[in-house]
Protein backbone atom coordinates (compact mmCIF):
# COMPACT_ATOMS: atom_id res chain seq x y z
CA UNK A 1 0.00 0.00 0.00
CA UNK A 2 1.43 3.00 -1.40
CA UNK A 3 4.95 4.07 -3.10
CA UNK A 4 7.29 7.27 -2.74
CA UNK A 5 10.10 7.49 -5.33
CA UNK A 6 12.61 10.38 -5.43
CA UNK A 7 14.36 11.97 -8.63
CA UNK A 8 17.16 13.80 -7.32
CA UNK A 9 18.82 14.81 -10.50
CA UNK A 10 16.08 15.93 -13.01
CA UNK A 11 17.57 19.11 -14.56
CA UNK A 12 18.93 20.61 -11.49
CA UNK A 13 15.80 20.02 -9.56
CA UNK A 14 14.49 17.30 -6.88
CA UNK A 15 11.33 15.68 -7.68
CA UNK A 16 9.17 13.45 -5.68
CA UNK A 17 6.32 11.03 -6.74
CA UNK A 18 4.38 8.93 -4.14
CA UNK A 19 0.93 6.78 -4.63
CA UNK A 20 -1.43 6.67 -2.21
CA UNK A 21 -2.53 3.32 -2.42
CA UNK A 22 -5.65 1.79 0.31
CA UNK A 23 -9.21 -0.23 0.48
CA UNK A 24 -11.25 2.81 0.70
CA UNK A 25 -11.60 6.62 0.05
CA UNK A 26 -9.51 8.92 2.90
CA UNK A 27 -11.44 11.80 2.48
CA UNK A 28 -8.63 13.28 1.79
CA UNK A 29 -8.72 17.17 1.04
CA UNK A 30 -5.64 19.57 0.22
CA UNK A 31 -4.77 22.71 2.99
CA UNK A 32 -2.50 25.23 3.40
CA UNK A 33 -0.92 26.27 6.50
CA UNK A 34 0.35 29.37 7.71
CA UNK A 35 3.44 30.12 10.05
CA UNK A 36 3.20 30.83 13.39
CA UNK A 37 0.14 28.19 14.01
CA UNK A 38 0.37 26.71 17.92
CA UNK A 39 0.72 22.77 17.94
CA UNK A 40 1.25 19.72 20.18
CA UNK A 41 1.97 16.54 20.29
CA UNK A 42 -1.60 15.19 20.58
CA UNK A 43 -0.73 12.55 23.44
CA UNK A 44 -0.02 14.25 26.45
CA UNK A 45 0.55 17.90 25.52
CA UNK A 46 4.40 17.83 26.73
CA UNK A 47 5.36 18.44 23.20
CA UNK A 48 4.44 22.18 21.87
CA UNK A 49 5.71 24.21 19.33
CA UNK A 50 5.19 26.67 16.78
CA UNK A 51 5.19 25.94 13.50
CA UNK A 52 8.20 28.01 11.71
CA UNK A 53 7.66 26.75 8.00
CA UNK A 54 4.64 27.37 6.38
CA UNK A 55 2.95 23.76 4.44
CA UNK A 56 0.65 22.09 1.70
CA UNK A 57 -0.43 18.94 2.86
CA UNK A 58 -2.58 15.98 2.12
CA UNK A 59 -4.72 15.11 5.20
CA UNK A 60 -7.13 11.52 5.80
CA UNK A 61 -10.71 12.30 7.00
CA UNK A 62 -9.55 16.00 8.15
CA UNK A 63 -7.12 14.66 10.93
CA UNK A 64 -4.13 13.24 10.13
CA UNK A 65 -1.21 14.34 8.04
CA UNK A 66 -0.22 11.83 5.32
CA UNK A 67 1.45 13.59 2.66
CA UNK A 68 2.97 17.31 2.09
CA UNK A 69 5.48 20.08 1.23
CA UNK A 70 6.68 22.89 3.10
CA UNK A 71 8.24 26.50 1.87
CA UNK A 72 11.77 25.50 2.65
CA UNK A 73 11.37 22.29 0.34
CA UNK A 74 11.43 19.65 2.81
CA UNK A 75 8.65 16.94 1.93
CA UNK A 76 7.01 14.17 4.16
CA UNK A 77 5.34 11.34 2.87
CA UNK A 78 3.41 8.64 5.46
CA UNK A 79 2.90 5.10 3.92
CA UNK A 80 1.81 1.64 6.05
CA UNK A 81 4.57 -0.83 7.27
CA UNK A 82 2.98 -3.98 8.87
CA UNK A 83 5.37 -4.42 11.00
CA UNK A 84 5.71 -1.39 12.85
CA UNK A 85 4.92 -1.47 16.15
CA UNK A 86 6.36 2.01 18.27
CA UNK A 87 6.83 0.10 21.85
CA UNK A 88 4.79 1.31 25.36
CA UNK A 89 5.00 5.08 26.27
CA UNK A 90 7.93 6.00 27.61
CA UNK A 91 6.57 9.35 29.76
CA UNK A 92 9.95 10.61 29.46
CA UNK A 93 10.62 10.61 26.45
CA UNK A 94 8.90 12.91 23.67
CA UNK A 95 6.20 11.65 21.67
CA UNK A 96 4.12 12.70 18.65
CA UNK A 97 0.69 11.06 17.31
CA UNK A 98 0.39 9.42 13.99
CA UNK A 99 -1.77 12.08 13.19
CA UNK A 100 0.45 14.95 13.87
CA UNK A 101 3.98 12.85 13.00
CA UNK A 102 4.76 14.36 9.36
CA UNK A 103 3.41 17.99 10.59
CA UNK A 104 5.86 18.02 13.56
CA UNK A 105 9.01 17.98 10.51
CA UNK A 106 6.89 19.77 7.75
CA UNK A 107 6.36 22.72 10.80
CA UNK A 108 9.81 22.91 12.32
CA UNK A 109 12.67 22.00 9.70
CA UNK A 110 14.40 22.46 6.14
CA UNK A 111 15.82 19.70 5.84
CA UNK A 112 16.53 16.18 5.59
CA UNK A 113 19.63 16.40 8.19
CA UNK A 114 18.18 18.45 10.67
CA UNK A 115 14.91 16.53 10.89
CA UNK A 116 17.19 13.44 11.00
CA UNK A 117 19.44 14.97 14.11
CA UNK A 118 16.44 15.90 15.93
CA UNK A 119 14.87 12.56 15.69
CA UNK A 120 18.44 10.90 16.70
CA UNK A 121 18.87 13.01 19.86
CA UNK A 122 15.34 13.13 21.02
CA UNK A 123 14.57 9.62 20.49
CA UNK A 124 11.03 10.80 19.72
CA UNK A 125 7.93 8.15 20.05
CA UNK A 126 5.13 7.56 18.14
CA UNK A 127 1.90 6.82 19.50
CA UNK A 128 -0.55 4.98 17.27
CA UNK A 129 -4.43 6.13 17.59
CA UNK A 130 -7.73 4.08 16.17
CA UNK A 131 -10.25 5.56 13.14
CA UNK A 132 -13.14 6.66 15.22
CA UNK A 133 -14.80 5.65 12.46
CA UNK A 134 -13.84 2.20 11.67
CA UNK A 135 -12.04 1.68 14.76
CA UNK A 136 -8.28 0.73 12.55
CA UNK A 137 -5.53 1.08 14.03
CA UNK A 138 -2.64 2.41 10.93
CA UNK A 139 0.85 0.90 11.09
CA UNK A 140 2.80 3.28 9.34
CA UNK A 141 6.25 4.69 8.65
CA UNK A 142 7.51 7.65 7.17
CA UNK A 143 9.59 9.23 4.16
CA UNK A 144 11.27 12.40 4.69
CA UNK A 145 13.04 14.45 1.35
CA UNK A 146 14.13 17.75 0.57
CA UNK A 147 15.06 20.20 -2.31
CA UNK A 148 19.20 18.77 -1.81
CA UNK A 149 18.38 15.58 -2.58
CA UNK A 150 18.43 13.98 0.98
CA UNK A 151 16.50 11.29 2.12
CA UNK A 152 15.02 9.38 5.45
CA UNK A 153 13.13 6.67 6.07
CA UNK A 154 11.56 6.03 9.58
CA UNK A 155 10.46 3.03 11.27
CA UNK A 156 9.85 1.80 14.10
CA UNK A 157 10.32 -2.17 14.54
CA UNK A 158 9.79 -3.94 18.18
CA UNK A 159 9.83 -0.81 19.71
CA UNK A 160 12.93 0.45 18.39
CA UNK A 161 13.87 3.44 16.37
CA UNK A 162 14.98 2.66 12.88
CA UNK A 163 16.56 5.55 10.58
CA UNK A 164 17.68 4.82 7.18
CA UNK A 165 19.46 8.14 6.06
CA UNK A 166 20.98 8.47 2.84
CA UNK A 167 20.12 10.29 -0.59
CA UNK A 168 20.51 6.96 -2.10
CA UNK A 169 17.48 5.50 -0.34
CA UNK A 170 15.04 6.90 -3.57
CA UNK A 171 12.30 4.46 -3.42
CA UNK A 172 10.38 3.14 0.03
CA UNK A 173 7.11 0.98 -0.39
CA UNK A 174 5.75 -1.34 2.42
CA UNK A 175 6.68 -4.63 3.59
CA UNK A 176 9.04 -5.77 4.46
CA UNK A 177 10.95 -3.11 6.90
CA UNK A 178 13.70 -1.12 4.67
CA UNK A 179 17.17 -3.28 5.21
CA UNK A 180 15.32 -6.06 4.33
CA UNK A 181 13.47 -4.30 1.12
CA UNK A 182 16.98 -3.27 0.03
CA UNK A 183 18.37 -6.89 -0.03
CA UNK A 184 15.89 -7.93 -2.11
CA UNK A 185 16.59 -5.61 -4.31
CA UNK A 186 20.32 -6.68 -4.51
CA UNK A 187 18.54 -10.16 -6.05
CA UNK A 188 16.99 -8.04 -8.88
CA UNK A 189 19.12 -7.32 -12.23
CA UNK A 190 20.99 -4.39 -12.74
CA UNK A 191 21.22 -4.07 -8.84
CA UNK A 192 23.36 -6.77 -8.00
CA UNK A 193 21.27 -10.11 -8.74
CA UNK A 194 20.24 -12.26 -11.77
CA UNK A 195 16.68 -12.15 -10.92
CA UNK A 196 14.51 -10.69 -13.59
CA UNK A 197 12.24 -7.30 -12.83
CA UNK A 198 9.21 -8.35 -11.37
CA UNK A 199 5.57 -7.19 -12.41
CA UNK A 200 2.81 -7.64 -9.73
CA UNK A 201 1.58 -5.23 -7.16
CA UNK A 202 3.54 -6.68 -4.35
CA UNK A 203 5.43 -4.43 -2.40
CA UNK A 204 8.77 -5.85 -3.08
CA UNK A 205 7.93 -5.69 -6.76
CA UNK A 206 6.85 -2.23 -7.10
CA UNK A 207 9.99 -1.29 -4.84
CA UNK A 208 12.02 -3.20 -7.70
CA UNK A 209 10.09 -1.35 -10.68
CA UNK A 210 10.33 2.24 -9.22
CA UNK A 211 14.19 1.80 -8.54
CA UNK A 212 14.39 0.21 -11.97
CA UNK A 213 12.84 3.08 -14.06
CA UNK A 214 13.67 5.98 -12.01
CA UNK A 215 17.19 6.26 -12.74
CA UNK A 216 16.50 5.07 -16.60
CA UNK A 217 14.45 8.37 -16.89
CA UNK A 218 15.58 11.46 -19.47
CA UNK A 219 16.94 14.69 -18.54
CA UNK A 220 13.57 17.15 -18.49
CA UNK A 221 13.76 19.60 -21.02
CA UNK A 222 11.16 21.88 -18.81
CA UNK A 223 9.26 21.02 -15.47
CA UNK A 224 6.57 20.32 -17.23
CA UNK A 225 8.67 17.35 -19.08
CA UNK A 226 10.06 16.40 -15.44
CA UNK A 227 6.88 16.30 -13.52
CA UNK A 228 5.03 13.83 -16.40
CA UNK A 229 8.56 12.00 -16.18
CA UNK A 230 8.07 11.34 -12.31
CA UNK A 231 4.00 10.18 -13.04
CA UNK A 232 4.79 7.61 -15.54
CA UNK A 233 7.19 5.96 -12.93
CA UNK A 234 4.74 6.56 -10.06
CA UNK A 235 1.69 4.96 -12.50
CA UNK A 236 3.80 1.54 -13.43
CA UNK A 237 4.16 1.31 -9.86
CA UNK A 238 0.34 1.61 -9.24
CA UNK A 239 -2.18 -0.68 -7.69
CA UNK A 240 -5.46 -1.15 -10.56
CA UNK A 241 -9.10 -1.30 -9.10
CA UNK A 242 -9.61 -4.98 -8.18
CA UNK A 243 -12.34 -7.22 -6.02
CA UNK A 244 -10.94 -7.82 -2.97
CA UNK A 245 -8.69 -10.70 -2.76
CA UNK A 246 -10.16 -13.91 -0.66
CA UNK A 247 -9.72 -13.30 2.77
CA UNK A 248 -8.24 -9.73 2.06
CA UNK A 249 -11.17 -7.80 2.08
CA UNK A 250 -8.48 -4.96 2.46
CA UNK A 251 -6.35 -5.39 -0.52
CA UNK A 252 -5.13 -1.66 -1.61
CA UNK A 253 -6.10 0.25 -4.82
CA UNK A 254 -4.32 3.46 -5.77
CA UNK A 255 -6.62 6.09 -4.95
CA UNK A 256 -4.41 9.02 -5.63
CA UNK A 257 -1.05 10.02 -7.00
CA UNK A 258 1.30 13.36 -5.64
CA UNK A 259 4.25 14.80 -7.73
CA UNK A 260 6.13 17.21 -6.02
CA UNK A 261 9.00 19.61 -7.08
CA UNK A 262 10.93 20.12 -4.38
CA UNK A 263 13.22 22.98 -5.93
CA UNK A 264 10.56 25.22 -7.44
CA UNK A 265 7.69 24.19 -4.59
CA UNK A 266 5.03 22.89 -6.83
CA UNK A 267 2.32 20.13 -5.35
CA UNK A 268 0.54 18.36 -8.22
CA UNK A 269 -1.86 16.28 -6.98
CA UNK A 270 -4.10 13.73 -9.18
CA UNK A 271 -7.04 11.38 -8.15
CA UNK A 272 -7.10 8.25 -9.43
CA UNK A 273 -11.36 8.56 -10.02
CA UNK A 274 -11.35 12.24 -11.40
CA UNK A 275 -10.04 12.98 -14.76
CA UNK A 276 -8.30 16.52 -13.71
CA UNK A 277 -4.78 17.16 -12.45
CA UNK A 278 -4.28 20.28 -10.06
CA UNK A 279 -1.62 22.03 -8.65
CA UNK A 280 -0.47 24.65 -6.08
CA UNK A 281 2.90 26.65 -6.57
CA UNK A 282 4.14 27.52 -3.01
CA UNK A 283 5.86 30.84 -3.88
CA UNK A 284 2.11 32.42 -4.52
CA UNK A 285 0.51 30.99 -1.27
CA UNK A 286 0.55 33.20 1.56
CA UNK A 287 1.98 31.33 4.71
CA UNK A 288 2.90 34.49 6.72
CA UNK A 289 1.98 33.86 10.25
CA UNK A 290 -1.80 35.19 11.03
CA UNK A 291 -2.69 34.05 7.40
CA UNK A 292 -5.83 31.74 8.18
CA UNK A 293 -5.77 28.05 7.36
CA UNK A 294 -7.12 27.14 3.73
CA UNK A 295 -8.76 24.35 2.43
CA UNK A 296 -9.57 23.43 -0.63
CA UNK A 297 -12.35 20.61 -0.66
CA UNK A 298 -11.42 18.10 -2.90
CA UNK A 299 -14.31 15.76 -2.86
CA UNK A 300 -16.84 18.44 -3.88
CA UNK A 301 -14.86 20.92 -6.24
CA UNK A 302 -13.51 17.77 -8.11
CA UNK A 303 -17.06 16.29 -8.05
CA UNK A 304 -18.49 19.11 -10.26
CA UNK A 305 -19.16 19.67 -14.22
CA UNK A 306 -15.69 19.43 -15.65
CA UNK A 307 -13.70 19.86 -12.05
CA UNK A 308 -11.04 22.15 -11.74
CA UNK A 309 -7.82 21.37 -13.19
CA UNK A 310 -4.35 23.50 -13.81
CA UNK A 311 -3.56 25.56 -10.88
CA UNK A 312 -5.49 26.29 -8.02
CA UNK A 313 -3.77 28.20 -5.68
CA UNK A 314 -6.04 30.70 -4.88
CA UNK A 315 -9.23 28.31 -4.82
CA UNK A 316 -8.11 27.28 -0.89
CA UNK A 317 -10.66 28.71 1.35
CA UNK A 318 -11.53 29.66 5.18
CA UNK A 319 -12.82 26.73 6.44
CA UNK A 320 -11.69 26.81 10.09
CA UNK A 321 -8.45 25.71 11.57
CA UNK A 322 -7.15 21.57 10.64
CA UNK A 323 -7.40 19.54 13.98
CA UNK A 324 -5.32 16.86 14.45
CA UNK A 325 -6.78 13.55 15.83
CA UNK A 326 -5.19 12.98 19.40
CA UNK A 327 -5.60 10.68 22.33
CA UNK A 328 -8.00 12.88 24.11
CA UNK A 329 -10.33 12.09 21.52
CA UNK A 330 -10.26 8.44 21.61
CA UNK A 331 -10.68 8.68 25.45
CA UNK A 332 -14.16 10.76 25.45
CA UNK A 333 -16.94 8.75 26.10
Not at 209 to 226: C, G, M
Request: aromatic residues 8%; glycine residues 8%.
Amino acid sequence: MCTRVVWDDADGAVIVGRNMDYHRDLGTNLWLLPRGVRRDDGVHGALMWTARFGSIVATAFDMISVDGLNEAGLAGHVLWLAESSYGELDPARPALSQAVWLQYFLDNFATVAEAVDWIESTRVQVVQLSDPASGEVPAIHLALDDATGDSAIIEYIDGALEVHHSREYRVMTNSPKYDEQLALLAEIEGFGGERPLPGTTLATDRFARAAHYVQRLPQPESQLAAIASMFSVIRNAAQPFRLPDAGRPDSSQTIWQVVIDLTRRRYVFESTTRPNIVWIDLADADFSEGAPQLKLDLASSLAVEGGLAGNVTGRFEEQGALRFLSLSDLRRP
